[in-house]
């Protein structure tokens, strides 16, 4: 009888060791959203070729803007030069401008989309209207919603008249297709 309680015991004493020994898996980190706002003609940015712009990175991204005539372009680069995301126009015809404003969305502080707004026109607009970079707002207007390293299926546009709250719904977009790397 006193071997079967030893044994008992003995079995007891394992397992309280096993146990304790094994490493409690850790709360599973939450995931806070947040965003930084860029003003890509602020004091953030500055020319670095004749026409292209420059901006300080955020958590190891740059983003450039090259201007020709009235089109605008914007990209992504890693502070080590590797181009990472590009903002193409919505239209292959049309022409855009950037209204110079760039939301980084962040995933537990790091970047992982931006969102920037664009007006899209088309060469007659141009033609009617010399001064396009007074006022863009009479122009159809979308935000596009792009993810960076790891997040590259983030790809939305949408179209700010039709879309209500566009600025949250492109930021719910690209938190809802963020991927953890």
């Known amino acids: 009888m006193w071997k079967m309680k030893w044994l008992i015991l003995v079995i ?3 397992l309280a060791v096993n146990v304790y020994s094994q490493k409690k898996p850790g709360k599973s980190k939450k995931i806070v959203f947040s965003s ?15 026409e292209i712009f420059g901006c300080k990175p955020v958590g190891g991204y740059r983003i450039f803007s090259a201007y020709h005539n009235v089109t605008e372009s914007v990209w ?9 995301a590009r903002i193409p126009s919505s239209d292959a015809g049309a022409f855009t401008r950037n209204f110079g404003k760039v939301e980084w969305r962040l995933a537990n502080g790091k970047p992982f989309a931006i969102i920037t707004r664009f007006a899209i026109f088309s060469y007659t607009d141009v033609e009617a209207n010399k001064d396009l970079t007074n006022d ?20 939305f546009e949408l179209d700010v008249k039709a879309t209500p709250n566009a600025n949250q719904k492109a930021r719910d977009l690209a938190d809802a297709n963020y991927r953890k790397k």
């Open 12 to 14: 007891i004493a394992f």
């Open 36 to 50: 930084i706002y860029l003003d890509t003609n602020g004091k953030l940015c500055k020319e670095v070729e004749e």
């Open 76 to 84: 992504i680069e890693t502070v080590g030069g590797e181009e990472v």
């Open 136 to 155: 863009y707002s009479k122009f159809p207007q979308v935000l596009v919603v792009k993810g960076l390293t790891g997040n590259e299926q983030i790809d």
